[in-house]
Each structure stands twice: as C-alpha cells, then as structure tokens.
C-alpha cells in the first residue's frame, strides 16, 4: 500500500521556525518529486513547493507566497522529504500536507493525514 | 483570487448528475496543461479523483468523468449519492505564475 505520513507541526510564534517531516511507504521514494501543499482553516488547497528527484536535478519550486522563507529538501536513504519553514507568519497557519506527484503537472497522489501547522503568539 | 475559478456550491438529489466547472485561462488549462480533481470528504486529506484531464485512478468509480474544453474544465459526477457529498476542487499549471494552481473549491451538496 502507497502511504505518505507527515509529522512535526505544532504551535509556534511568529518569526520563528518550525521543520516539518514527511516519510513514504509501498513506493520508491527516490523516483518521484515531493510536494508540500497546504490548506489553512476552512479554506482552499494552496500549493507551496516540490522537489524533484536526484534523477532530475533534485531542484526545488516554491510559491510565491513562501519563496525565501521555506525550503524543502530530501534524504533518499531514508525515504524522508523536509519543509523548513523560517520566519513564520500568522498567514502560514494551515493542515500541511505530503503528496507524491511529478513535477509541475502531475496529479498528486497519495496524500498523508496532514500535519497542523499554527502560528500565534 | 486563483486562477482556477470553481462555483462555491452545487447541489443534486440522489440518482442525479451534476457537474463542476473549473474555467481558467491561455496561460493554464487553454495552454493544454493536465487538470487533475480532488475529492476531499469532511475533515479528511484531498484524494485524487480525476488525473490528466479524463483518467480514473483505480478504484474510483466511473460514475465520475471529467472532461476539458478550450480554457475551461468539467467534472461530472452521475448517479449522486450521498457519500459524495464533499469539497472538490481543480488543479493545472498556470505558466505566467509558474506554479501550481487550484482552484477554490466546490462543495457539493446531496439534497
């Protein structure tokens, strides 16, 4: 079975960090770009970035909206994909979640439960 | 504002056909970029319900199709039921964003 899982999200403070961890079961985590999308409280799917496999440069794209503030990057001996995301905003409060997917025009599946992500003081 | 535009809200009976609308623009789904749909059930994750215009994951039933027509999209949804009352939504390229785009949202409503 295909299985994506995401943890690390909590209660943070504005200006702060947070990193978030996404793992991958049932495929072979190296071969396929890594997305991040995220979908604050009763609102719409918002993407946030990817990450392409070794095989295609291992690059990154984000939204403008968290260029400059979040990174995602990858361990493929692990089957581990990270968002850091730095100088966080009241704005960034969202479900993040982990999804498979190629590049910028491929369907996303599976997606992982969602990690909540909220930031306050 | 996204630059996928989705109705807010449908509604049906059961046994009824609806579809959704997704209508973008020459920089997206006029571009001839893919459009995918998600079907996302109350307090669960987005599911892929439609890939690359018109295709079916395995496993999701053939009374939901979706079509692609210059810079608009549809996804039509046959024999309603009450399980697929839900949030659906678009996704494609948009090429003077570059970047992923969805669009708001559609709740769909079984009456």
């Known amino acids: 079975e295909v299985q994506v899982v995401e943890s690390g999200g909590g209660l943070v403070q504005p200006g702060r960090s947070l990193r978030l961890s996404c793992t991958v079961s049932g495929f072979t985590f190296g071969d396929y770009a890594i997305s991040w999308v995220r979908q604050a409280p009763g609102k719409g799917l918002e993407w946030v970035g990817f990450i392409r496999s070794k095989g295609y440069g291992g690059t990154t794209e984000y939204a403008a909206s968290v260029k400059g503030r979040f990174t995602i990057s990858r361990d493929d001996s692990k089957s581990f994909a990270y968002l850091q995301m730095n100088s966080l905003k009241t704005e960034d409060t969202a479900v993040y979640y982990c999804t498979r997917g190629d590049d910028f025009w491929s369907g996303y599946y599976p997606w992982g439960q969602g990690t909540l992500v909220t930031v306050s003081s | ?99 992923v785009v969805f669009g708001g949202g559609t709740k769909l409503t079984v009456l």
């Open chain 2, 1 to 99: 504002q996204s630059a996928l535009t989705q109705p807010p809200s449908v509604s049906g009976a059961p046994g009824q056909r609806v579809t959704i609308s997704c209508t973008g623009s020459s920089s997206n789904i006029g571009a001839g970029y893919k459009i995918h749909w998600y079907q996302q059930l109350p307090g669960t994750a987005p599911k892929l319900l439609i890939y690359d215009d018109s295709n079916r994951p395995s496993g999701v039933p053939d009374r939901f199709s979706g079509s692609k027509s210059g810079t608009s999209s549809s996804l039509a949804i046959t024999g309603l039921q009450a399980e697929d009352e839900a949030d659906y939504y678009c996704q494609s390229y948009d090429s003077i964003l570059s970047a």
